[in-house]
C-alpha cells in the first residue's frame, strides 16, 4: 500500500542538532559575565521561539536570534568582538561537514529500489540542498521538499504534489511533533526514529498509538517491516 | 506549443528591490562618520557578494550581511543601538505589505484559463509564500516553486518536476541574467518585462536576442501574444 516514503533530514538523515547545542553552549560561555548558563538557555529559547513566525527554521534565523539575544542579555553592553564571534558561528555551522547517521545509506539503497523515496524537511532550501549533495545521498531520492513547517496543511500540498493518496504516503523522522503526528492526522503512514538529543521546541508531552503508526530505534530496523 | 508559465515574483509580480535600496539607504546614513554613501554602497554589494554562495538570497542573509559590514565600516566601533536597527530594517522588511503591480492580477486571471501558471523564484521559502499569501494571488498558480538559484541546471529541475518538455516552458521575469538567459538556454521561452530597479548582481552587460524571446514593457502587453 506504502508507494512513496519521504524522510526528514535532518537528525534522520545526518547529524543535527548536536551543531545547534554545541553552538549554544559556546554562545553561552561568551557571556558568562552577564547570566547564568541556564538563564541563558532560557532567554535564547524565547528569542527563538519569538522571531520562529517572522524567521522562519535554519541556522540564518537562529544567527539572527543570538546576536539579538546577546545584545538583550548584555542590555547593549556586548562588544563587536563577540558580535563577530556570533556571526562566524553562523558559518560555520553552513559549513560544517555532514555526518550520515548509521546505516542510513544502505537503508536508503535497499528502499529505493521498492519505493519512491523523497526527503520532506523544514529549514532553508540552499542549506538543505547544500547538506544532501555533501551527504552523496543525492541519487537516492526522487526530490528534495523543503516544507516552511510541518503542519497537516503542509502535508496535504506535499502529498497534492506527489500525486498520490495519503495512505499511499510514509513520512519517517526523528520528530513526533513535525514528522509523526500531523502526518497520522491527515491519513497518512508515521514511524518514529529518535535521535538522542530534542530541541525542546520539538518536544511533545503525550504518547503516540495509531494502526499506521511504528517506532523503531534504528533506521536499518525500517527493512524489516518495509 | 507553450503550455505552463512561470512568473518571476520579486519585482516582476510585486515591488521588491526598491525595499532593499531603502534599506540600503537607511543603512548608509547611520555610518556617514565613518565612510561615505557611495564608499558604503560599495562595501555592502562586496560583503553580499563575497556572503553569497554560503547564505544565499532574501532578507535573512541581507541583515547578517549588513550586521557584518557595519562591524567592518566602523572598524568594531559600531554600538549595539545601530546593530539593533540593522534587525530592525530586516524584521521590518519581513513584514512588509505587498505592493502587487499594476495590471498583474488582470493578466494572470486570464493568462489562468488557457496555461497552468506557477510562481519560480529566488530567495526564501517562507517569505516568498507569505508575500504569495499577502498578495491575494495565491489562487491563480498552481504551485510556488522557490529556487536556491536560476541557473539552467535550476531550470532543468523545474522543468522535470513540471513534467513537461522545455519548448512547452515559458518563463516571465525582470531579470534577463536570471529569468531569461538560462531559460533560453535549455530551450524554453523567456520574456522580460524590466523593473526599473535592478541589483548590480542581476545585471548584465549584452543585448538578448532569440526566436524564443520577446521583451514588453508592461505584464498586460502579454495578453496581446498569449
Request: glycine letters at 4%.
Amino acid at each position: 500500500m506504502i508507494r512513496t516514503i519521504a524522510f526528514d533530514a535532518d537528525d534522520t538523515l545526518w547529524v543535527n542538532e548536536t551543531y545547534f547545542r554545541d553552538a549554544e553552549d559556546y554562545f553561552c560561555n561568551l557571556l558568562t559575565d552577564y547570566v547564568s548558563f541556564k538563564e541563558c538557555q532560557k532567554r535564547l529559547f524565547d528569542m527563538e521561539m519569538r522571531n520562529l513566525p517572522l524567521y522562519g527554521y535554519g541556522i540564518k534565523p537562529f544567527t539572527l536570534s543570538l546576536i539579538e539575544c546577546a545584545i538583550d542579555i548584555t542590555d547593549g553592553d556586548v562588544s563587536s568582538e563577540t558580535i563577530t564571534k556570533i556571526i562566524d558561528i553562523g558559518k560555520e555551522m553552513l559549513m560544517a561537514p555532514v555526518d550520515v547517521m548509521k546505516g542510513v545509506e544502505k537503508t536508503l539503497k535497499t528502499l529505493s529500489k521498492k519505493y519512491r523515496l523523497v526527503v520532506a524537511t523544514k529549514g532553508d532550501l540552499l542549506d538543505q540542498e547544500r547538506k544532501l549533495e555533501k551527504s552523496g545521498l543525492s541519487s537516492y531520492f526522487h526530490h528534495i521538499e523543503v516544507m516552511s513547517d510541518k503542519k497537516p496543511v503542509n502535508y496535504t500540498n506535499l502529498i497534492q504534489h506527489l500525486d498520490i493518496e495519503p495512505a499511499a504516503f510514509l513520512m519517517i523522522g526523528n520528530s513526533l511533533k513535525s514528522d509523526v503526528v500531523p502526518v497520522l492526522e491527515i491519513g497518512g503512514h508515521a514511524y518514529h526514529i529518535p535521535f538522542h538529543t530534542t530541541w525542546a521546541h520539538e518536544q511533545i508531552d503525550f504518547e503516540v498509538t495509531h494502526k499506521q503508526f511504528k517506532a523503531f530505534e534504528s533506521v536499518t530496523q525500517l527493512l524489516e517491516v518495509l
